[in-house]
């Protein structure tokens, strides 16, 4: 390990820095705690931060050299979560195996401000003057700086572990692969949807107790899809060629499963397909993007994929390729997003959406967020998300803000994500909804514009969310990178068939004159409507509530009220380290069962309390939680009053 800062040696190209080291393996410093067993972390209590800024010291002898070697060093970590071992040795300038509170005041001065939990900052400060940090307590620090929001605590993993194995799990254990050797993007990586919440609505759900989870979706399934794809996966003997399938199942029904098996191949459903998709699929996808927009997809264009989230998934793994790569994306967001790009290395710029104004965008904010992000920050952004209709927020985007997006998209050349997986779920009759491609395309200035869509089975009127399909249609890309995102669908062979299936039976649904279509019409009106109802019921409810407030659900499935927290239930949450909406949706869930998500996990401007609910549980549950949740806000506030 270094034993000094000279033993460093570097070379400067352009604007590029690299070092490295050129001295033998210390056991003196870092490198005795490279053993899981040899750390204790116990940081003390301070007397704050303010106080610590008076207590300066002289860093003038450290070179401004130094200081560029430590923001290239950590900028690498921040974009791949390597290089914590380098990034100590550089801020231990006097090779002591510890760091000090004029190395960390150095350090906290010469990077960015904008990378760095602020909470995070705070905790070290006060930390290094109670104590010299050693290398593991900085490891730790570093995954907590470096997290847009407060981390999982999952205490039910350590119960499963000592369950399973009959032993005590020791935080800093044996095991060669743990928490200080593995992925630290990973490690860091945040997905509030099945967070600290839910983990424990699961084990409270295995004790007997009745569990209302709306943090996920699901519904009741439309006889036509089910229909079909029991005759694709059904050995033709005992279904398609079996003489009783004319009285088990409609006419049009047995027809297209005939047709989809012809697609598949003799193989049948168990077989691989091409990685882009089976072709007939892709054909009728293609088919229903240009009946929407009134504008030609090309079935070559299309790849069909395990829901949106694996297509958004291998878009950003082509996408991220430096250290300084960013996208932009909703706040609020849905979490898959932040979670994708913090594991792959990149950084996320915000744009706030605009809550008092029915979660709307200004060009204004757009501009602002990518100034600071391009000049102050020196980010490169390469894509921009858009979610239409919102998830969480439910707003439907006018064509006014579609056209803000793709003009700004267009200006700066930044490809735009547009996540369009609600689209059949708008409940205002007042809005419509317009693909990012149609608006792109009669936009003058946007004629270059590139552009990925993503559709999914998984919302939406059919709603089979554990099916897996899906498709993103590719819209002006780079042909040569359109090869390379098949290479990257090729790694995984294809995306499972009763999802390709699904995704074809989506967009090709039966038609008026065929004998399943009166069936189909109503069973999906029914779902519709009842979602219409459910939409209402829940934001009405939760607006009558003296201290929540959430905007009409235009769209989507959720609603994502604000909630006005006590004074006392905020200074709970400082001082056990936890952001004010978890300990709120925590304690929904033990006092009535219900399950949210907290809206921290979605992102929020600074001092808003919040969560996300869908309201997908039946109409009759769904008013029985709407008083559940009047009656656990009252006992909540009473708490902490």
């Not at 904008?114 to 900052?121: G, L």
């Not at 088919?287 to 090309?298: Q, W």
């Not at 890309?477 to 074809?504: E, F, R």
Request: with cysteine; proline share 4%; net charge negative.
């Amino acid at each position: 390990m270094l034993r000094s800062v000279s033993a460093i040696t570097w070379r400067l190209t352009g604007k590029k820095l690299a070092f490295r080291s050129l001295a033998a393996p210390s056991s003196s410093s870092i490198g005795e705690c490279t053993s899981p067993r040899s750390f204790s972390t116990a940081p003390q209590k301070g007397k704050g931060a303010e106080f610590i800024f008076s207590r300066l010291g002289d860093t003038s002898k450290i070179t401004p050299l130094l200081a560029k070697l430590q923001q290239e060093c950590w900028d690498g970590y921040v974009a791949t979560g390597r290089g914590c071992q380098t990034l100590f040795q550089l801020i231990d300038t006097d090779s002591s195996g510890t760091i000090t509170w004029s190395e960390l005041r150095f350090f906290l001065e010469n990077i960015r401000q904008s990378d760095i939990n602020e909470d995070a900052r705070k905790v070290m400060i006060e930390a290094t003057h109670d104590h010299e940090i050693r290398f593991r307590e900085f490891q730790a620090w570093l995954i907590k700086a470096t997290k847009v929001d407060p981390g999982l605590r999952n205490t039910f993993a350590s119960e499963n572990y000592n369950k399973s194995l009959g032993k005590f799990h020791q935080e800093d254990s044996i095991h060669s692969w743990n928490k200080h050797t593995m992925s630290q993007n990973l490690r860091r990586m945040q997905y509030a949807v099945r967070g600290e919440i839910v983990i424990r609505a699961d084990a409270l759900a295995a004790e007997g107790k009745k569990i209302i989870y709306t943090n996920i979706v699901g519904q009741k399934p439309i006889s036509y899809y089910r229909q079909v794809l029991s005759l694709c996966d059904l050995p033709a003997e005992y279904g398609v060629d079996n003489p009783a399938v004319a009285s088990s199942f409609p006419s049009d029904v047995v027809q297209r499963a005939i047709e989809m098996r012809e697609a598949i191949g003799e193989s049948g459903t168990g077989a691989y397909t091409n990685s882009q998709g089976i072709a007939k699929f892709r054909a009728d996808v293609a088919h229903f993007i240009t009946e929407r927009d009134e504008h030609v997809s090309l079935p070559s264009n299309i790849f069909l994929t395990n829901g949106a989230s694996a297509a958004i998934e291998n878009v950003l793994t082509g996408l991220i390729g430096s250290n300084t790569d960013s996208v932009m994306i909703p706040i609020p967001q849905y979490p898959i997003y932040s979670a994708i790009i913090s594991r792959l290395g990149a950084r996320q710029v915000g744009y706030f959406l605009d809550e008092d104004n029915g979660w709307g965008i200004t060009e204004n904010e757009l501009e602002k967020r990518r100034t600071a992000a391009v000049e102050r920050d020196g980010l490169d952004i390469r894509a921009f998300t858009l979610i239409n209709p919102g998830n969480p927020t439910g707003q439907v985007m006018s064509r006014e803000d579609l056209e803000i997006i793709c003009k700004f998209c267009a200006k700066y050349d930044i490809v735009l994500l547009a996540d369009e997986v609600y689209q059949k779920n708008i409940y205002d009759d007042t809005k419509q909804f317009f693909s990012a491609k149609k608006v792109a395309i009669e936009t003058p200035g946007c004629e270059n514009l590139q552009l990925i869509s993503f559709h999914s089975t998984s919302k939406g009127l059919i709603g089979e969310c554990g099916r897996r399909g899906g498709y993103m249609e590719l819209h002006n890309i780079d042909p040569y990178v359109q090869t390379q995102l098949y290479k990257l669908a090729s790694s995984g062979l294809c995306s499972g068939v009763d999802g390709q299936i699904m995704t074809s039976l989506m967009v090709r649904p039966p038609l008026p004159g065929e004998e399943s279509h009166s069936q189909f019409s109503r069973e999906e009106l029914d779902i519709y409507l009842s979602l219409k109802r459910r939409a209402k019921s829940l934001t009405d409810g939760l607006n009558a509530i003296d201290g929540i407030s959430s905007t009409t659900a235009e769209g989507a499935m959720y609603a994502f009220p604000r909630v006005d927290m006590p004074i006392k239930a905020l200074e709970e949450a400082a001082r056990t380290g936890q952001t004010p909406d978890n300990i709120y949706c925590m304690s929904l869930l033990e006092e009535t069962g219900i399950c949210v998500v907290p809206a921290s996990g979605f992102g929020q401007k600074e001092g808003r309390v919040g969560f996300r609910t869908t309201f997908l549980p039946q109409e009759e549950e769904l008013d029985k939680a709407i008083v559940e949740f009047k009656r656990h806000h009252e006992l909540f506030c009473d708490k902490y009053s």
